[in-house]
């Protein structure tokens, strides 16, 4: 322990604090880029899903088998399956790109079970009433479904980015050098292990402590009241 | 570059991936008991205790929950090596996964603790059942009957999170199926069967867990 005080002050180093900045700005970048897109393809997912949509079973189906199945596995499977996906079909991208794809899979399949929730949550007599109205079923969408909808999803939403920007520390496996990484890194050049790790951990909690302070507060003003006492 | 898939070179190693999965099972196992236990005594006082042991364990759950596992194992794992207490990795990922499982499951089993019903004790009490036993006929079936389901769902997700465990050396399923990747090249197709395997052992793990409940606590939930 007495090695984790004398490395201190080097710790903090120009370069040290310049590597950790890039590494919590990639970590930060893979965890909103690849949620944000997957929050889309999830999107289009649950859009499948919901039978009063969509009413063609395979198209149905071949979506449920889909996210059961991406649902069941270990995120670090999952990562291994992109990248050597990827590898097989002889595109090559940057680690970061690939790490993002399986980032991005992940969210669409966990989000896809959350936002049908919500979107079956809506009553059928909204969609009827609109339909009387003569308002384009795009329109209703959007304009009836999704904000009655969002207030059931968007609780469980946070929940999972939160868990993302924790798997994000996988990603290290591929190579992308990320705040994982960025400790391994500099364990490896000698400072020392618990001060490196703990650091980053530090740094994890904030991030995701700073996210969960924005959920709550959005929760508190939107969000279906999940206080069974309430 | 073209890549065909050949899962001939494979099937000589799935008596291995499956040695792998039955360690996945019992580093799973490991991590539940040993957060169960700790998640409980964490729960007790997170709704009976008071107040700094209230905040004290608050701050536990909101730090377990809001870092990756892997940090804290590689934590345990690099930092006890620093001090020269050299722990297998094994065990290294089980301490791990148990002191961030227990975050979790204090919180399940706080949430539990709070939906007991105030006028069922009130009537116990007024009836003269003494403390012990409001304990095991009033408190216990109920609690039972709330918790089951989500501590069936959070020993299925631990059995998911095993696979950490594969980055610091620990044999279970994904780091056998590094190993034999690292052998014999074949990475898509070993790691579609370990997909398969995590596939199966989860379904599998999710059937038992709904006759378990519906035997022994009488609980019908959906499975899927």
């Not at chain 1, 896809?112 to 079923?137: F, K």
């Not at chain 2, 007790?44 to 008071?50: E, K, M, T, V």
């Amino acid at each position: 322990m007495l090695a984790a005080a004398h490395g201190f002050a080097e710790f903090f180093g120009y370069y040290n604090v310049i590597l950790l900045l890039e590494a919590t700005g990639v970590t930060v970048a893979l965890t909103v880029g690849g949620c944000g897109s997957g929050y889309l393809i999830g999107f289009g997912i649950a859009l499948l899903r919901v039978k009063r949509l969509l009413n063609f079973s395979p198209v149905r189906w071949a979506a449920i088998a889909v996210v059961e199945f991406l649902r069941r596995i270990p995120f670090l499977v999952l990562l291994f399956l992109v990248l050597f996906g990827f590898q097989a079909s002889g595109i090559t991208l940057p680690s970061v790109w690939i790490a993002g794809t399986a980032i991005a899979l992940r969210t669409a399949v966990i989000s896809s079970e959350s936002i049908r929730a919500g979107i079956e949550s809506v009553h059928q007599n909204q969609w009827d009433a609109a339909l009387t109205m003569n308002i384009p079923r795009l329109s209703i969408l959007r304009q009836v479904v999704l904000p009655q909808a969002s207030r059931v999803f968007i609780g469980p939403s946070f929940v999972q980015f939160i868990q993302l920007l924790k798997s994000t520390s996988l990603a290290s496996q591929l190579g992308v050098i990320e705040l994982t990484y960025a400790a391994k890194i500099l364990n490896r050049r000698g400072f020392s292990a618990v001060l490196c790790y703990g650091f980053v951990l530090i740094v994890y909690y904030l991030l995701c402590l700073s996210v969960e302070r924005i959920s709550r507060r959005l929760e508190a003003r939107y969000a279906v009241s999940r206080d069974q006492r309430t | 570059m073209s890549y065909s898939i050949h899962f001939g070179q494979i099937v000589p190693f799935i008596p291995y991936l499956f040695g792998g999965a039955w360690i996945t099972i019992l580093l799973a196992a490991c991590a539940f008991v040993g957060g169960t236990s700790l998640g409980l005594l964490l729960a007790l006082g997170l709704s009976y205790g008071p107040r700094q042991v209230r905040a004290g364990v608050s701050w536990y759950v909101s730090f377990f929950t809001n870092t990756p596992q892997l940090v804290v194992i590689l934590l345990i794992f690099f930092g006890l090596g620093e001090i020269r207490y050299f722990i297998s990795p094994f065990w290294a990922a089980a301490v791990g996964l148990m002191v961030a499982e227990a975050a979790y499951l204090a919180q399940i089993f706080s949430t539990g603790f709070a939906s007991v019903r105030r006028t069922e004790l009130d009537a116990a009490v007024t009836l003269g059942v003494p403390h012990r036993q409001i304990i095991r006929h009033v408190m216990l079936p109920h609690l039972m009957k709330v918790l089951f389901p989500p501590l069936a769902n959070q020993f299925i997700l631990s059995t998911l999170y095993t696979s950490v465990g594969s980055i610091v050396g620990v044999e279970e399923l994904t780091g056998r199926a590094l190993n034999v990747e690292s052998q014999t090249f074949r990475s898509l197709e070993v790691f579609i069967i370990v997909a398969a395997i995590y596939f199966a052992l989860t379904v599998i793990a999710t059937i038992l867990l709904y006759y378990v409940g519906r035997w022994l606590f009488r609980i019908e939930a959906k499975v899927f």
